[in-house]
């Protein structure tokens, strides 16, 4: 299985991005996918996840509504639209594949993409 994140970059404080990890290999359908973040200095922590179906979400308790994550089967693509983005959410941002159809934040998460930045900041 490979994953590949795009669509980090810059962007103001209040602002909106929207990350993909397109996976390839593997039965992408079956299985439960995330996203976790490494900030500067820090540990990674886990984000958000969905189920092979996309009929169960998860989110950390932290982004309060702020972010939505998405799937498109039909295109082996995952997806992670940031609102309202803030300073303290600038880190690597990491797609993530469980072995399981559906995961949280303490799934087994067995495929990791390489990671795309996120800087929030003017």
């Known amino acids: 299985v490979q994953l590949v994140e795009s669509g980090g970059g810059l962007v103001q404080p209040g602002g909106s991005l929207r990350l993909s990890c397109a996976a390839s290999g593997g039965s992408f359908a079956t299985a439960a996918m995330g996203w976790f973040r490494q900030a500067p200095g820090k540990g990674r922590e886990w984000v958000s996840s969905i189920s092979g179906s996309g009929d169960m979400l998860y989110y950390a308790d932290y982004l309060k509504g702020r972010f939505t994550i998405s799937r498109d089967n039909a295109k082996n693509t995952m997806y992670l639209q940031m609102n309202s983005l803030k300073t303290e959410d600038t880190a690597v941002y990491y797609c993530?594949?469980?072995?399981?159809?559906?995961?949280?934040?303490?799934?087994?998460?067995?495929?990791w993409g390489q990671g795309t930045q996120v800087t929030v900041g003017s």
């Open positions: 993530v594949q469980c072995d399981q159809s559906y995961c949280a934040g303490q799934g087994r998460y067995i495929y």
